[in-house]
């Protein structure tokens, strides 16, 4: 039986593009696409978990999900953007990006991980960011953002090992996409070297590449858009 998929956030640059890209493909049965901005049954809010678990209750009723793509992120919003020193922290926005960055995807995964097929190497995957890498941090600032995406990658590995339990051939991963021409990154897109800003439809290409490429060994790891491991 063919099996499903799903893209959470598919109506930012790059859930669209991952979904249309997925749709193109014509891999699986059908393509799942929740999003905030979705009306009707395709809404879905990752500050609100009743809205996850109606829409992994309607994903329940098709063809299991094989893939299941979190293509979310907060970077800025209004006045607010990445911190660059400590005196800039403010609790309310370091609430908002931790809600959206890291608990989201973790509720997210908290509904649509157990859909996962016991069968083939079913995959979840979230967007993470390089910057969320403790070991590859050497500049600091933008503290709330990289605190948050740490925070999610410790999430992946901890979900990753507890779905193991379950069907040990399940793969669980974050995802580090590079700076994609999308509105999280249009502010700072000035400073990215030639070459390496990509647009929507080619970063979405390179991630489906990656998770093609992905072992059962590989879950619980990050992964930039190249397929180099990128450590936590």
Excluded: C
């Amino acid at each position: 039986m063919r099996k499903s998929a799903v893209v959470i956030g598919a109506s930012g640059g790059i859930g669209r593009a991952i979904a249309n890209a997925l749709d193109e493909e014509a891999q699986f049965a059908r393509i799942w696409r929740f999003a905030r901005s979705a009306p009707g049954d395709d809404h879905l809010d990752l500050e609100d978990e009743a809205s996850i678990e109606a829409a992994a209750a309607r994903v329940a009723g098709g063809p299991a999900p094989a893939l299941v793509i979190v293509a979310t992120g907060l970077l800025h919003e209004g006045a607010n953007g990445p911190e660059k020193a400590l005196k800039e922290l403010d609790p309310a926005w370091l609430a908002r990006s931790y809600a959206i960055n890291a608990i989201g995807p973790a509720l997210v995964a908290k509904h649509f991980v157990p859909l996962l097929p016991r069968d083939g190497t079913p995959v979840f995957a979230a967007l993470s960011a390089r910057v969320g890498s403790i070991g590859d941090n050497a500049l600091g600032g933008w503290h709330g953002y990289r605190a948050a995406k740490a925070a999610l990658n410790m999430l992946i590995r901890n979900v990753a090992i507890e779905q193991r339990r379950r069907y040990d051939r399940s793969i669980v991963v974050a995802l580090h996409p590079g700076t994609v021409a999308t509105k999280l990154s249009a502010p700072f897109s000035g400073n990215v070297a030639p070459g390496k800003l990509f647009d929507p439809e080619r970063a979405a290409l390179q991630l489906l590449d990656v998770i093609e490429g992905l072992k059962p060994h590989d879950s619980g790891k990050l992964f930039a858009w190249d397929g180099a491991e990128i450590p936590f």
